[in-house]
């Protein structure tokens, strides 16, 4: 069974990501592709200051020490902004007999809204980024 890998690239947008991964988990169980259709993120640290720290998370450090207790614990309710870069890999594979469905969610999924925006990379068997794409697939968890 080839299968079919599907990047998309959401830079730091939290939001979208996971929309992306609802919409993902919705279609999984509405038309029952659970080992045809498998996703996995993968998250980019920002660059990092001289000891290896982003530069965010630094100066969030300096400024908690600097603050009592009480004032550190409501800065916790705030969402959590975040540096990463934001990777969707997606691999879809149907039997040689669904090629049909093959080519139809290969179709959509790029063209849907959350997908649509975080510039689609569409990398079959025989591609010359097929085999980094598939190892990079495998070795993420």
Same mark, same amino acid.
């Given at each position: 069974?080839?299968?079919?890998?599907?990047? $998309?690239?959401?830079?730091?947008?939290?939001?979208?990501?996971?929309?992306?991964?609802?919409?993902?988990?919705?279609?999984?169980?509405?038309?029952?592709?659970? *080992? !045809?259709?498998?996703? *996995?993120?993968?998250?980019?640290?920002?660059?990092?200051?001289?000891?290896? !720290?982003?530069?965010?998370?630094? *100066?969030?450090?300096?400024?908690? !020490?600097?603050?009592?207790?009480?004032?550190? !614990?409501?800065?916790?309710?705030?969402?959590?902004?975040?540096?990463?870069?934001?990777?969707?890999?997606?691999?879809?594979? $149907?039997?040689?007999?669904? *090629?049909?469905?093959?080519? =139809?969610?290969?179709?959509?999924?790029?063209?849907?809204?959350?997908? =649509?925006?975080?510039?689609?990379?569409?990398?079959?068997?025989?591609?010359?980024?097929?085999?980094?794409?598939?190892?990079?697939?495998?070795?993420?968890?």
């Amino acid at each position: 069974m080839a299968h079919i890998y599907m990047l $998309f690239e959401f830079a730091n947008d939290e939001e979208k990501v996971q929309q992306a991964r609802h919409k993902l988990e919705t279609w999984k169980q509405a038309f029952r592709l659970d *080992k !045809k259709l498998l996703y *996995k993120l993968a998250r980019t640290a920002a660059v990092p200051d001289g000891d290896g !720290k982003p530069a965010k998370a630094e *100066k969030a450090e300096k400024a908690a !020490k600097g603050k009592s207790k009480a004032a550190a !614990k409501t800065e916790t309710h705030e969402p959590p902004t975040s540096n990463e870069d934001i990777r969707l890999l997606v691999r879809l594979g $149907f039997s040689g007999h669904e *090629k049909l469905s093959e080519e =139809r969610w290969v179709q959509r999924i790029p063209a849907e809204e959350p997908f =649509r925006d975080a510039s689609p990379v569409v990398v079959k068997p025989g591609e010359t980024k097929f085999d980094d794409t598939e190892k990079q697939f495998e070795e993420l968890d």
